[in-house]
């Protein structure tokens, strides 16, 4: 699975400097984990029906971290 997720990533950043057209990359590394960190949490969620605390044991982060990152993305 790990493996699928990292195929995906890296066609897509290929994709991503392939259609920059010349124009500078920036913020990529910010740009990856916001893309990549909004639908996981999303999943999570979903997953752990609701509960943070669940969720955050599944993430392997705090609850205190969870909550922090489903207000940076507007999930909370």
């Known amino acids: ?35 990549v960190e909004r639908p996981m949490l999303e ?6 029906a609701g509960n943070q605390t669940t969720a955050a044991e599944m993430l392997g982060i705090s609850r205190s971290t969870l909550r922090r990152k489903l207000a940076e993305h507007n999930l909370s």
């Open 1 to 35: 699975m790990s493996t699928e997720i990292g195929d995906c990533i890296r066609r897509n950043l290929n994709r991503y400097f392939r259609d920059l057209d010349g124009e500078a990359p920036h913020a990529i590394y910010d740009m990856v984990i916001s893309s």
């Open 43 to 48: 999943v999570v969620l979903k997953q752990a």
